[in-house]
């Protein structure tokens, strides 16, 4: 099995590396080949990155609080750009203040998000998830 | 080698565009801004609050924070100052504006005024302006300090410092290659260039404001040498423009005797260099910076870690202490878990304010090891830049001679990793281009080799990536599971 | 001189009498709670987790609780076990039954039950008889211990021991001079006597069980020698009994230096005197408490008394240490605040534990100091006794030789009077009767004439209340206002 | 003016004597005639003290929380023994656990004590009140 493509990438104006760098180094060991786009990444290059790297998963990250300014309409835009299907992962700190992770979960579903995660989560867990969900997506191509 | 101020032609050129690149710079008067600061009570000085805590060897205490709107940003203020106890303010800068994003910023209060609740993640105070900021400083008693992140901060300087602020952080390493992906360190330093003038300005026309550079970085693993000599070259720089009032930052590493080696090392090295660029005409002051790395998320232990920053930072005798809160890990405090990091603090520094620190020979010994650290880095800055320490300092970031661990920046060599010893100890794992002399990276390899050894396995990444977590995980150096 | 054990006729002469003051005693058989003690895995055993911690370098964490009934002891234990991360657990028994009020703890069972929640401030264990107490043993997997304040405790360790606990707090002074009003020291010499035998018959029957003479005393500015000389005299007369795993004692004072000086000298002090005695077949291990004196009712604040707490257990490499939380000014905590004190503390063990405390030679001086005052002591209780420590610590006690502030004791001669000096340091303000040597109090005396001058005010009783409560209203060294 | 006598003490089997000292020294010097039974003092101890003192009010501390069974019964006690009229103040940890403080002064207030103290009290507050109610006493016995 060839290791899949993932984009991954802390959005906005967000400056925050050492979870990203710490990211691309657990997905690439997890299996993954990791397009790390590293931080201040806007949705544009989100979009480009993944239609030239023919990856199935955006994996962004927000960690300065911006999160829900600058993560809206990242789906529409990626349905526009034809990427009708791809995963949208999002994770870290994503609203101004402490929130209950189940509101702030919500949020982000409702934007698009297919999977949603705190600063807690646990990544081996993520990479479990990331490998079902494209193979679900891979079963429903085929 | 010679030097020169920043020359005013130059600078009321560089002004006179500056201003016009947002609307609420335009007709800013340096004559007027000066003049109403010399309104501002003694008791709200920042610069003079510094001095006079070095004097009687306090640690005053100053907290993060800053929201969207006015009214909410000096709620928020007033509260610290009381239920806080702070003795110091901050007014802590959104993130848009930290990266001249005004136009996002101004969505971001409109958005906020929707939502009842603050969207961005501090006061976007250009886009408020001078009167906005005026409301902000006059409504508080205790001084108060821009705190930000900002590689480009002219704009915000000029406003703010009119607006009554007399504190102003960052310079142009810290506040760029921890903060910023693009931007080039040379733009970054002409641009901090134009803020100590600008400061140095209201000095020469007797209004005292004090300069801070930004100590801890990226706040991960940083080995003191390496924030140490940004530090120095910022504050020298800054010195270079005219400021008088200095403080020097350092972020705490997590040894106690390590914490206390660096800053009693950071004073004694300041006043040798600076004295070595010919100043002697400056009031030096330290600020201690509580634990910014990854905070545990359980409360409980938050506290337990903002204490630990609060102890070292009253042994070590910082005149100032940052202070974190209970919710770190997980957003930005409300106004009452801000105000609890103030008094679990204020608790700490009162019970130890009276205690003298006994240093022992061994400990004695580190205080040197970080001095030869730290005279590689200078003398390699020094040197690639032929006595011009700008110019050195570029050359020095881009070699690789000076580099800071986990940076975002692509003008950061980003190949030295850090690492911590058997004791917890931030040691180089790997050096990269850092200019460390041979005998010094061979005491840090041994005192490598010493964890290794006590864990059974080989000096590695994994060690890296485990002491990255450990705080936040329980712990200070990241053992195997 | 020669002593010998309780012999077995007086021993099981009281025992008799004993077992029949209260219905619970009742044909208690001591076979088979040895037998039942055997069943107990040694995952659970006391002494050998401290014996283990020693040898490992751990600190252990373990917190104070205890209510009226069983289903909600068990309740709280489980949730400080697996909440609060606890790694010993404790069972407080309740203050009527610490002064054998077994009837005035029954009436407090009924009201609890009543009152749907407890009313005691503590587990009434006699009244719950032996199999009460296995309930609860049994229903935990973290080695658990009686934690008191009894006088008289013949009854109680009967019962708790046979009842699966397998450590035991206590001691002839210290769980009486500062605890009773009435008590004659001779008798609760006698009983805590008793005590040690039938803990010394457990382990001649290869029954591990852990003794912990209580180290703070009144927990309030208590100076190091005093509890040093409390916790040798107590320790050589469990010995003497048979007592195979002891834990010396030591409630912070609240100076970083002068509390790793005194964990530093308990530790040698006690081989000292223990082989001096003749004893050297023993596990010796220590115990600090946290601040023992009134908290700060602020939580936050709190939190800052025990993270300090938790600091200096590490750093002086205590074995095992007494967990606060953050209820402490207020009242009895709830299993949640409880929890939270544990976490808190389990953060800073565990930042904490990789770092090694460099001591330097003035730090190594105070160590000396400590050591000087308590031979002072102990060379004034065997003299009185002439060789007899049992009855030298009596007629010292009479003397005023020796001496604990604040005690309500009648038997305490209660004139001296302690006082901080200008680090925080506890010192000796008026000596009373004290055995101290001339220039050991020269020494006392030339530092709390520095503090005088740094505050400008004589050395007087107000700076005694002032440092009462210093620590509650937020600082060590009670400062003029 | 003479001082006024007043009794002090610990109630039940309490032997927190850290307060019970300095209390004592403090209601001395704000002229008060202190009678302090120490620790551990029972009902009767301080309803005799108080006969024997002539004193005009009894001041309970409790701080190991048995405040709820000990200090129970004592006003109706009091009144069998003649002392209609005398001043009962409590003060301590009154209760088991932190409770809020409205909530214990109520309690005490039921059981017929006067004034009720938390731990965090101002004693120059107390003794303040203390004055005031004992002048007023004095004045109606006038
Ligand atoms: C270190 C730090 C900094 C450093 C960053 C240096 C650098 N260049 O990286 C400095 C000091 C420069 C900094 C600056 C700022 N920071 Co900061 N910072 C932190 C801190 C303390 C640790 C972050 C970190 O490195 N953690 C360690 C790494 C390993 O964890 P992580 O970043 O959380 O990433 C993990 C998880 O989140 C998760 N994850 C992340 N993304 C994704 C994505 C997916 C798909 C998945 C599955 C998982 C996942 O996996 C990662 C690896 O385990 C956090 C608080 C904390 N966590 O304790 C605040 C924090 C993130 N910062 C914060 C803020 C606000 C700022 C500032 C705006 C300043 C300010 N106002 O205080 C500026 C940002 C300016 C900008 N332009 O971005 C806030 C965010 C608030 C919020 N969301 O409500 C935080 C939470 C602190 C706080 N409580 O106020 N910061
Ligand atoms: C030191 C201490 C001890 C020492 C006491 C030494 C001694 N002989 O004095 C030792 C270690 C021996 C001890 C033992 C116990 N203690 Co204790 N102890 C404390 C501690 C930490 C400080 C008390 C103190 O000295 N404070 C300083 C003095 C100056 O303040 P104070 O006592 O509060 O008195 C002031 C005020 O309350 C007020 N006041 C008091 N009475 C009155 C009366 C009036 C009329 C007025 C106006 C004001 C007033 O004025 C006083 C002077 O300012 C407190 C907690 C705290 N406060 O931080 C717990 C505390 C009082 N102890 C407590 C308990 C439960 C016990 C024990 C039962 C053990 C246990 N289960 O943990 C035993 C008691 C056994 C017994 N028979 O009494 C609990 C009480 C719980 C509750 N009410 O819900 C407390 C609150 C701790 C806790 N949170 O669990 N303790």
Wanted: overall charge negative; hydrophobic content about 40%.
């Amino acid at each position: 099995m060839r290791p899949k493509n993932i984009v991954l990438g802390v959005i906005g104006f967000d400056c925050h590396s050492v979870g990203n760098k710490i990211l691309e180094t657990f997905f690439t060991e997890a299996g993954f080949k990791v397009h790390n786009l590293g931080v201040m990444v806007s949705q544009e290059e989100f979009i480009n990155a993944a239609i030239e790297t023919n990856s199935k998963a955006i994996m962004v990250s927000s960690l300065y609080g911006h999160g829900e300014i600058d993560c809206a309409g990242l789906r529409e835009r990626c349905i526009e750009k034809g990427l009708d299907d791809i995963l949208l992962y999002v994770g870290g700190n994503l609203v101004v203040g402490k929130t209950p992770f189940a509101q702030v979960e919500e949020k982000f579903l409702k934007m698009g998000y297919d999977r949603v995660f705190g600063p807690d989560c646990s990544l081996e867990h993520v990479a479990e998830l990331l490998h079902q969900d494209l193979l679900s997506r891979e079963e429903k191509e085929d | 080698m010679s030097f020169n101020k920043l020359d005013m032609d130059t600078f009321n050129q560089i002004r006179e565009e500056l201003l016009g690149t947002w609307p609420t710079g335009q007709g800013l008067e340096l004559e007027e801004a000066i003049a109403y600061q010399k309104t501002i009570p003694e008791s709200k000085n920042f610069a003079v609050a510094m001095q006079r805590a070095s004097k009687e060897g306090k640690t005053l205490l100053q907290p993060r924070a800053g929201v969207a709107l006015i009214p909410d940003h000096i709620e928020l203020l007033k509260y610290l100052e009381t239920e806080g106890e702070a003795d110091l303010l901050p007014t802590t800068i959104d993130a848009y504006t930290r990266l001249n994003r005004y136009q996002e910023a101004a969505n971001g209060i409109a958005r906020s005024l929707e939502a009842k609740t603050s969207l961005l993640n501090g006061f976007p105070a250009v886009n408020h302006g001078v009167p906005g900021c005026r409301q902000v400083t006059e409504a508080v008693s205790k001084p108060i300090q821009v705190r930000h992140g900002t590689p480009d901060a002219r704009l915000l300087a000029e406003i703010t410092l009119a607006g009554g602020f007399t504190s102003f952080e960052g310079g142009g390493i810290s506040y760029n290659i921890p903060y910023a992906k693009k931007v080039p360190l040379k733009k970054s330093i002409d641009d901090w260039r134009y803020v100590d003038r600008l400061t140095g300005i209201y000095e020469e026309n007797g209004v005292h404001i004090n300069r801070e550079p930004f100590g801890p970085l990226t706040g991960t693993l940083v080995p003191p040498f390496i924030s140490h000599a940004v530090a120095l070259i910022e504050g020298i720089l800054a010195l270079r423009e005219g400021v008088k009032s200095i403080t020097l930052g350092y972020g705490q590493a997590g040894n106690l005797f390590q914490d206390i080696a660096a800053m009693i090392s950071l004073r004694e090295l300041a006043h040798e260099y600076f004295l070595r660029e010919g100043f002697e005409d400056y009031e030096l002051t330290t600020v201690f910076h509580q634990w910014m790395g990854g905070f545990p998320e359980d409360e409980a232990k938050a506290f337990s870690v903002i204490s630990w920053g609060a102890s070292v930072a009253v042994l070590s005798n910082a005149d100032k202490v940052i202070v974190k809160s209970p919710h770190e890990a997980m957003g930005i405090p409300t106004k009452e878990a801000n105000a609890q990091g103030l008094r679990c603090t204020r608790q700490m520094v009162s019970m130890l304010r009276d205690q003298k620190f006994l240093v022992s020979e061994d400990h004695r010994e580190e205080i040197e090891q970080i001095k030869r650290e730290v005279k590689c880095i200078m003398d390699a800055v020094y040197s690639l830049g032929n006595g011009d320490i700008e110019a050195g300092t570029i050359a020095a970031f881009e070699a690789g001679a000076l580099d800071i661990p986990f940076a975002p920046s692509m003008y950061n060599h980003g190949k030295i990793l850090p690492m911590r010893d058997n004791d917890g100890f931030i040691r180089v794992f790997n050096k990269g281009n850092l200019a460390l002399s041979d005998d010094v990276m061979a005491y840090h390899r041994d005192k490598l080799e010493e964890r290794a050894k006590a864990e059974g396995r080989k000096v590695s990444f994994q060690m890296v990536t485990d002491d990255i977590y450990a705080i936040s995980k329980g712990g200070l150096v990241g053992r195997p599971r």
